[in-house]
């Protein structure tokens, strides 16, 4: 069965798709033909046979989300607190935390599309919980428009817009009726 079998917009067979783990690339073993790159494998890259394995190999941390702003990766400092206690102990410790967390917030360096990604998904988790969307089209809608921003596409158009475009592009995508 060739490759010119298959409908226009399925250029390889699912059961030929190759993920190539090295160059993080998804290759059609029919054709040769590259059909996906910079892919992200969430998986473990190790094998574990029995669930101690399994447990002693874990990774630790959420998943990496389009719909966080960093990516949900990032780490915060909390208040210091001695331990069984629920204040802050001590003038020069409550002082030191405070300093921190202030030089944690100050070396977060934002550019303009980083601010504007996180007033987008501010916005988006408005607009997702009043229309009772599923978590897959906010995610999708997140990567839209990360991906308009990170191309300067946004830039000169209304936060509101480009976010009810994405929505509906995401919405669209998954074939989730729009009202």
């Not at 079998?5 to 399925?10: A, G, H, K, L, S």
């Not at 059909?35 to 959420?62: D, H, M």
């Not at 300093?99 to 944690?104: D, G, I, L, P």
Request: with cysteine.
């Amino acid at each position: 069965m060739s490759s010119n079998e298959y409908p226009p917009e399925v250029r390889c067979p699912p059961d030929k798709i190759v993920l190539d783990h090295q160059r993080g690339v998804k290759i059609c073993a029919e054709t040769g033909e590259v059909l996906e790159e910079n892919v992200i494998v969430e998986e473990g890259e190790w094998r574990a046979y029995t669930p101690e394995e399994r447990a002693r190999r874990s990774r630790v941390g959420g998943p990496v989300s389009y719909a966080k702003p960093h990516m949900g990766v990032e780490a915060q400092i909390g208040p210091y607190r001695e331990p069984g206690s629920r204040k802050i102990r001590g003038f020069s410790k409550k002082a030191e935390t405070l300093r921190w967390q202030r030089a944690s917030k100050l070396g977060r360096v934002m550019s303009g599309v980083e601010k504007n990604i996180g007033q987008a998904l501010t916005l988006m988790d408005d607009i997702v919980a009043k229309l009772d969307l599923p978590d897959s089209i906010k995610e999708e809608a997140a990567r839209i428009y990360r991906e308009a921003a990170q191309k300067g596409l946004t830039r000169g158009r209304s936060v509101e817009a480009m976010v009810a475009a994405s929505l509906y592009a995401a919405c669209r995508r998954h074939k989730v009726p729009v009202v």
